[in-house]
């Protein structure tokens, strides 16, 4: 599948790597191959700020030697640079094991050999040609440019596809491609009185450019109406702080799940692996199985599987299979996200395959799957959760976001703000956080929209680790009903 | 080993751009680090990595468009594949806003060296003081250490060729208790992992954990508060990501005037504060001409090689210019800074340690790092974040114990009017923006009516 010109093929670069670890004492060995090809065009006011395209490629070697882990990559794809990165893994293994406590215990896996995965799309993006993205992106512009409300207009689309060899010695060959596309319209008004923006919500999904032209999104509708969401945004009042019922729309709780959930339940932030960057969690491993996390009705899976997911694989960077599991089963914590490694300290049987690198460069660590939050079983609409609501708010959109590092206090805002009043929408109010505690605000969930309101969000730029690794990862969920929950006002917390 | 070397590249791909020309940048970036957690070594690595970059300028009516592309080259036919790519997309693009002449930069002698090497065993160096570290055996330790080696080659159309290193490093040492209910960081970014005294930095951890024995608890709400050097740097440095000219200029900033035009001019603090970027920075030197690839608020590829000086960019409190390209300056009728990778703030008034500093204080809190700061409000550059790894009462101007952490609402611009008292300027290691922005030479600040907006139960 991964096919570079004028260098060796994936199996002529693996045993050169594999052969020259296992004759160098290594006990586990790992290889990698992996490219990553980044296409991407911004508009502004409806000229090309910046338009290119990028290709990665390196191989890479990971061993256990003496016990401990070592680690080497090289953009130089030859036969003698595949032996050499594997000697050099080996040296950086030694000089680790002289301060590595504890042996390198791997969780069992079973050997899948020769495989092949390929995420399914309908319409390959990359074929499209450069004018025909711009010309896209140039007719959303069009849209709205003519609005009286619009005085700038940012737009972009990109698109990425990556494409790997892993092999070990246990003699799986695996091979798999996936592809992902995103795109956004925002729309500024400048007065003088300050300036508002109102961005599309729609998140980027494992898909092919099917997905900019109705297949999963409905792009027309939602440019259309961004001039008159941002006026009503414009004249809308300030919010007054205080506890509010909150209905949040899926293109706004995937984050909240992101921060508070998917972080919170990596198995090796709760044993302390990212404490010096990251953070650690509050979900320790004391607490698996008997820590209330929220609400009866909260049910949360990790899914490697999930249909047009940005972390969905055919198996992980240590040749794990991808499966679906229970994190969070009628509100307590069941599970956690591992690697292979990480899964060993606590005695699992078998990792739950989310190892991951974003690049051959990179070492895998455990990086998050697509972790989402399961629908209602009472197929309620967001319109029906509303008319629930006597006095509340219905947020809409991601925007800023911050949680701390045991993922306890958070704080989001948003893009639009929706004030309900006796179950109706009445319309939008401005300057408007919510900030609550992990455990507190999963309890307050008191109601969940049914899988007619069920989106898969997600984000392209997840960072975790040490050197920074940057990960794609989807979360679905229904829209959702939260009681009692602290908003903030922004113009009031930066008032001096 | 390639057939081809990255300046044979750079000249290379100039060649195929032809007399429309461009931008070309060939980077070869050697990374050692090592990492810990729980007073064991877990991941490490040893990378090399050597990327062409290519700005192609294609004339067409209207002025001259540009095209990127980016990618590994191992032959001429690599090289001519990425030349291609970014014309076409130039072809398709139309004329750049930005676009201007390129200067004739210099032609360094050593063009064609090849890149500097960077040997597995520098890191040695750290991985050798960790085992006393981790015989401490009544802490925790977790930490990070990275020892990078940047080799850059630049080509332009207009004859400049630069070829320049940068040695990077950062250490950091985080400790914990057992019961995880204490933690303190420690950390130094530099040019080379061998200046780290790993002793210092297990003392300043071990002090610091000491003093949290002493545990007060602490409300939420304004607050007078002594900010480190790292915590300083860490707001600043994301005030200066956001003081493009383009966007004050165009009403969409914190640095617009609602009247028209930018606040450049304006007094933004009482305290003769001075915030510059600057290459020639004793101790945190960087390269002092401008690379850019791609356009953007504060760049332009069409900029590449013109020499950089230091940027004041407020001058004894008053905001004297904002971060922009030639093209930018000109459309908002400011004098042209370009901004480089490093961030000097000096209080001509302050002077003192940080400890002195928050001595002075007389009652308040001393706040060592922050974190997860995100944009709330880009209308008055409202950010939000949170503490870590260890708030201290100060009482009476003495440290008394540590505190609960908080999260904070403050504008790094807002926050400026409100020092009262500065440190001396020191060097210090952003926690939170080292992984992009590691060169800083910061005062700590004492600030009136800091915003911790709610507590936070983390450790």
């Known amino acids: 599948m991964i096919q570079i010109p004028n260098t060796p093929t994936p199996e002529l670069l693996s045993s050169a790597a594999l052969e020259a670890a296992a004759s160098n004492g290594a006990t586990v060995a790992q290889f990698r191959l992996a490219k990553h090809d980044m296409r991407g065009v911004s508009l502004r006011d409806g000229d090309v700020e910046n338009i290119g395209s990028e290709s990665n490629v390196a191989l890479s070697v990971r061993v256990v030697h003496s016990g401990a882990w070592g680690f080497a990559a090289s953009t130089e794809l030859t036969i003698e640079s595949a032996f050499n990165t594997a000697l050099r893994a080996i040296q950086v293994a030694k000089i680790s094991a002289q301060v590595a406590a504890d042996e390198v215990i791997l969780a069992n896996e079973p050997v899948h050999g020769k495989q092949s995965?390929?995420?399914?799309?309908?319409?390959?993006?990359f074929e499209k040609t450069d004018s025909e993205i711009i010309e896209f992106l140039q007719n959303w512009n069009h849209k709205i440019s003519g609005s009286s409300i619009v005085s700038h207009i940012e737009s972009n689309i990109g698109m990425g596809r990556d494409q790997t060899f892993y092999s070990d010695l246990l003699g799986n060959e695996i091979s798999q491609q996936r592809d992902r596309i995103s795109a956004a319209l925002t729309a500024i008004h400048v007065s003088d009185s300050g300036f508002e923006d109102m961005r599309t919500c729609a998140p980027p999904a494992g898909r092919g450019w099917e997905y900019l032209t109705g297949t999963g999104w409905d792009w027309e509708s939602e440019i259309a109406r961004i001039p008159e969401y941002l006026d009503e945004k414009v004249k809308s009042p300030s919010v007054t702080p205080g506890a509010w019922d909150l209905v949040i729309d899926p293109t706004n709780l995937w984050l909240t799940i992101h921060e508070s959930i998917g972080h919170a339940t990596e198995l090796d932030r709760a044993l302390g692996y990212e404490a010096n960057y990251a953070g650690t969690s509050f979900a320790t491993i004391d607490k698996l199985g008997n820590f209330k996390y929220g609400s009866p009705i909260m049910n949360v899976t990790g899914d490697r599987t999930s249909d047009h997911g940005l972390s969905t694989v055919g198996y992980d960077d240590e040749g794990v299979a991808a499966q679906k599991w229970d994190l969070i089963k009628d509100g307590i914590l069941?599970?956690?996200?591992?690697?292979?490694?990480?899964?060993?300290?606590?005695?699992?049987?078998?990792?739950?395959?989310?190892?991951?690198?974003?690049?051959?460069?990179?070492?895998?660590?455990?990086r998050m799957p697509n972790v989402s939050l399961q629908p209602g079983t009472e197929d309620l609409t967001t319109k029906d959760l509303i008319?629930?609501?006597?006095?509340?708010?219905?947020?809409?959109?991601d925007k800023s976001w911050s949680i701390d590092m045991q993922r306890f206090n958070f704080q989001f805002?948003?893009?639009?703000?929706?004030?309900?009043?006796?179950g109706e929408i009445v319309g939008?109010?401005?300057?408007?956080a919510y900030q609550s505690k992990t455990p507190d605000f999963w309890a307050s969930m008191r109601q969940l929209g049914g899988a007619s309101t069920y989106l898969l969000g997600g984000a392209l730029n997840c960072g975790k680790g040490q050197p920074g690794q940057v990960a794609p990862v989807s979360h679905g969920c229904p829209s959702a009903t939260f009681t009692k929950i602290n908003v903030l006002n922004t113009r009031d917390e930066s008032a001096k | 080993m390639s057939e081809i070397s990255l300046p044979d590249a750079v000249e290379v791909a100039l060649e195929l751009l032809g007399k429309d020309g461009g931008v070309v940048i060939g980077g070869n970036s050697a990374t050692n680090n090592l990492r810990w957690a729980n007073s064991a070594l877990t991941t490490n690595g040893d990378s090399i990595d050597q990327t062409l970059s290519i700005s192609a300028f294609v004339s067409m009516s209207g002025g001259v468009a540009t095209g990127m592309s980016s990618g590994q080259i191992r032959s001429r036919d690599d090289v001519e594949a990425l030349v291609a790519a970014s014309k076409a997309s130039a072809v398709s693009a139309g004329p750049a806003?930005?676009?201007?002449?390129?200067v004739a930069g210099p032609t360094?002698?050593?063009?064609a060296d090849a890149a500097l090497t960077l040997d597995v065993s520098e890191i040695s160096h750290v991985a050798g003081g960790l085992a006393e570290v981790f015989a401490h055996r009544d802490q925790e330790f977790f930490g990070y250490a990275e020892q990078s080696l940047d080799t850059t080659y630049v080509g332009t159309s207009s004859g400049t060729r630069m070829r320049y290193s940068e040695r990077t490093s950062r250490f950091e040492l985080c400790a914990k208790s057992h019961d995880r209910k204490r933690s303190a960081w420690s950390g130094q970014g530099g040019t080379s992992l061998t200046d780290v005294s790993i002793g210092n930095h297990l003392s300043d951890v071990t002090q610091k954990l000491q003093i949290q024995n002493t545990q007060i608890d602490t409300d939420a709400g304004r607050h007078r508060v002594t900010l480190s050097p790292s915590a300083v740097s860490d707001l600043l440095i994301y005030m200066l990501w956001s003081s493009a000219a383009r966007d004050a200029a165009e009403g969409r900033s914190a640095f617009s005037n609602v009247k028209g035009g930018t606040r450049v001019g304006e007094t933004l603090t009482k305290r003769n504060l001075n915030l510059a970027t600057d290459p020639n920075l004793k101790g945190i030197e960087t390269f002092d001409r401008v690379v850019n690839l791609g356009s953007s608020a504060l760049g332009s590829a069409f900029d590449t090689g013109i020499e950089i000086g230091r940027s004041d960019i407020i001058t004894d409190g008053v905001l004297t210019a904002l971060g922009s390209s030639r093209h930018a300056a000109q459309e908002a009728k400011l004098p042209f800074t370009p901004l480089t990778d490093n961030i000097s703030l000096v209080d001509a008034q302050g002077s003192g340690s940080l400890a002195e500093l928050a001595s002075r204080m007389g009652d308040g809190l001393l706040i060592t790092c922050l974190w997860y700061i995100r944009e709330v409000d880009p209308q008055n550059l409202l950010l939000t974040g949170l503490t870590r790894d260890g708030v201290y009462v100060v009482s009476g101007g003495e440290v008394i114990g540590a505190t609960n952490n908080f999260r904070f609402n403050e504008s790094p611009i807002d926050m400026l009017a409100r020092v009262i008292d500065a440190g001396t300027t020191v060097p210090c290691l952003p926690r939170e923006w080292a992984d992009w922005f590691s060169r800083a030479q910061v005062a700590p600040l004492t600030i009136e009516g800091f915003n911790l907006s709610t507590k936070s139960d983390a450790i």
């Open chain 2, 108 to 111: 360094d002698k050593n063009f």
């Open chain 1, 387 to 397: 008319s629930n609501v006597e006095s509340g708010i219905y947020i809409v959109g």
């Open chain 2, 97 to 102: 806003v930005d676009a201007m002449d390129l």
């Open chain 1, 117 to 125: 995965w390929t995420l399914p799309i309908e319409i390959d993006a």
């Open chain 1, 334 to 366: 069941v599970g956690y996200q591992t690697d292979r490694s990480i899964a060993s300290k606590i005695k699992m049987d078998r990792s739950n395959g989310c190892a991951f690198a974003d690049s051959a460069l990179h070492s895998p660590i455990q």
């Open chain 1, 413 to 422: 805002t948003g893009q639009r703000f929706h004030e309900i009043k006796n």
């Open chain 1, 428 to 432: 939008q109010l401005k300057d408007v």
